[in-house]
Nanobody, 117 residues
C-alpha cells in the first residue's frame, strides 16, 4: 500500500509557474514509477509526466520544455515544476505510483491547478 498526498495547486495567470509536490508513504518508494496525471473538466484523465527510480522521464508532448518532473528517493517525494502555464493546463492534477513489476497502482486525491488568461 502507498499513500500519496499532493500539494502546491492553485490559481496562476497564464505564463506563470507552479510547483506541485507529492509525498509518498507506506512502501518502498524506489519500487514505484511515479507520475503526474491530470483531468480537465469533461475530459479523460491523461498522463502528464512519469519518472522511474533511476530518473528516466517521459512527458506528454503538450508539456515538453515547460514542465519538469523530479523525484527525491531519500525523501519519498516527487515534484512537478510547471512553467509557462497556459489556460489549457487547467485541471485537477493527480499523483500516481505504479509498482514497477507488480503493476499495482495508487492515486492521490488530486490538487486543482487553474490558469487564467
Amino acid at each position: 500500500q502507498v499513500q500519496l498526498v499532493e500539494s502546491g495547486g492553485g490559481l496562476v495567470q497564464a505564463g506563470g509557474s507552479l510547483r506541485l509536490s507529492c509525498a509518498a508513504s507506506g512502501s518502498l518508494f524506489t519500487a514505484y514509477l511515479m507520475g503526474w496525471y491530470r483531468q480537465a473538466p469533461g475530459k479523460q484523465r491523461e498522463l502528464v509526466a512519469r519518472i522511474g527510480s533511476a530518473g528516466n522521464t517521459i512527458y506528454v508532448d503538450s508539456v515538453k520544455d515547460r514542465f519538469t518532473i523530479s523525484r527525491d528517493n531519500a525523501k519519498n517525494t516527487v515534484n512537478l515544476q510547471m512553467n509557462s502555464l497556459k489556460p489549457e493546463d487547467t485541471a485537477v492534477y493527480y499523483c500516481n505510483a505504479q509498482h514497477g513489476t507488480l503493476g499495482s497502482a495508487y492515486w492521490g486525491k488530486g490538487t486543482l491547478v487553474t490558469v487564467s488568461s
